[in-house]
């Protein structure tokens, strides 16, 4: 892949964006392709191991062909729905229709996906090092009361400003005037210095909770644990979702395995747990994993024999449960401000989504709107995810009840009308302006949502 070129000693970027996972890449596109002088520091070198689920829905797919990036997946393996299994039933439902978005969706290695974003960004004019580790920020010492470094979870709270869905909007950041790096390949350390700094370095976020950013612990937070195996299905068109995975004792656990085809030989599968239910921290996900690997259909060919390696693990922060999302000079975007869909534990897409969003305000910000113009990077989340999440961190709590999940799946596994326009409420491919099925399944979920309210300090 080509870099930029060496930093210029003092040289100020517009914009420092730190981690090119899809959310931190995304945005350096935009950055880039608009003009701005953008620098990107990234931990690893690509192409890079990156624990995930490999799926990309319809929304994502949308945000790689903004990019110009749909030709680059040709050779990837491309999906037309999601089969859903639950008691004893299974369900094929094809992705539905929608004016923006396709009717499918790719599967990809995020070994193979975030080099090639990554490298977009490249050659839209952005300047990435590699290799090339954040230590910390730089903080300006002379405005020490403008926000809480050191952050770490929060107790529960109303959710923010408004109630509408963002973690502590009526917190900002402190300003930051860039990071200090460190090459982890010669092992020099030197500071990048930049007018707005993008914090998009994933779910641990060492440099958001630097700046203060915190979790929402009343907020859903996702567990999950995936592996590749070697399959005679790996180009099955549908992705393949089992609801109703037990634990070592039969019992039906808060969470869903997956089987995802990659059409290289290989198939990407895991299992996924809710933190709503107090009952998740006693769970052995390794243990889970052994289970759903041993009693998957057949048909896959599952197996120890056929794992490719150990499987790995990763925390999914939902539902905008990190904040705040601003500050003077810094934005948070992607799982450093845990914008993964609470409905489906999607946050490529998201990451893509947020990572664009940010670059737009960071445009108005360096075109003469400055610190004002982040404040509507806070708002314009609110507005495009916040009710959605409010309703998605609802649905959670409901279905982290397993009688109430039995029930719900049970029930709905015999209609696959109302699983389809399920699929199409917790992808978030609602239509705008159309009061079909789904859309009105939504507002009566966003009706019992007002009935559940968020349990102060759960996970
Ligand atoms: C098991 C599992 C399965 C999943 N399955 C799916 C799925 O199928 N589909 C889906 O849409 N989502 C899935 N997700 C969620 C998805 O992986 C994340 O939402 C997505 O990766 C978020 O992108 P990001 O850019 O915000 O963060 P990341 O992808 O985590 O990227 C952050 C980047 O920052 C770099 N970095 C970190 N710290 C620093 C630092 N200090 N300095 C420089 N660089 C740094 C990292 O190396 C990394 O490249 C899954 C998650 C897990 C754990």
């Given at each position: 892949m080509v870099e930029g070129t060496n930093g210029k000693h003092g040289h100020v970027h517009d914009v420092l964006v730190i981690g090119a996972g899809p959310s931190g890449s995304a945005c350096a596109y935009w950055l880039a392709d608009a003009g701005w002088d953008v620098a990107v520091v990234e931990k690893k070198r690509f192409p890079r191991e990156k624990t995930c689920g490999d799926g990309l829905t319809p929304r994502a797919v949308r945000q790689l062909a903004d990019m110009g990036l749909e030709g680059a997946l040709a050779g990837s393996h491309r999906y037309h729905g999601l089969r859903s299994f639950g008691f004893g039933r299974s369900l094929e439902l094809t992705w539905p229709d929608h004016p923006d978005f396709p009717a499918y969706g790719y599967t990809i290695t995020r070994y193979d996906l975030d080099g090639l974003v990554c490298e977009r960004a490249v050659k839209a004019g952005a300047t990435v090092w590699q290799a090339t580790e954040a230590l910390e920020p730089l903080l300006?010492?002379?405005?020490?009361?403008g926000g809480r470094p050191g952050g770490a979870d929060r107790p529960g709270g109303a959710g923010g400003a408004g109630g509408a869905g963002t973690a502590t909007s009526s917190e900002v950041l402190p300003p930051c005037g860039g990071a200090t790096v460190r090459d982890r390949e010669s092992g020099e350390t030197r500071d990048v210095r930049a007018r707005y700094v993008v914090v998009a370095d994933g779910s641990n976020s060492r440099i958001g909770r630097a700046l203060g950013t915190a979790r929402q612990r009343n907020h859903p937070l996702g567990m999950a644990l995936r592996g590749y195996y070697r399959s005679p299905r790996h180009d099955d068109p549908f992705i393949e979702s089992h609801l109703d995975i037990r634990d070592a004792e039969g019992e039906v656990v808060p969470g869903y395995g997956w089987i995802f085809p990659l059409g290289d030989g290989r198939v990407n599968v895991g299992v996924g747990l809710l933190s709503t239910d107090r009952r998740w921290k006693g769970v052995n996900t390794s243990r889970l994993m052994d289970s759903f690997v041993q009693c998957a259909p057949q048909s896959w060919g599952l197996s120890p024999e056929s794992a490719c390696g150990p499987p790995t693990g990763g925390k999914l922060p939902m539902g905008m449960a990190v904040g705040p999302h601003a500050g003077e000079n810094v934005v948070v975007i992607g799982d450093a401000g845990g914008s993964i869909n609470p409905f489906n534990g999607e946050g490529i897409a998201y990451g893509y989504e947020t990572g664009r969003l940010a670059a737009a305000f960071l445009g108005e910000a360096l075109s003469g709107g400055g610190a004002a113009a982040l404040t509507g990077y806070e708002r314009q989340l609110t507005e495009s995810y916040g009710e959605y999440y409010r309703i998605g961190r609802a649905f959670v709590r409901l279905i982290s009840n397993p009688e109430v999940m039995r029930r719900c799946v049970s029930l709905g596994m015999h209609s696959e009308w109302f699983m389809s326009e399920l699929l199409r409420i917790m992808a978030n491919l609602m239509r705008p302006e159309r009061a079909g099925a789904s859309e009105i399944g939504y507002q009566l979920l966003d009706l019992a949502a007002r009935y559940l309210p968020e349990e102060p300090g759960a996970a």
């Open positions: 300006a010492h002379d405005s020490a009361g």
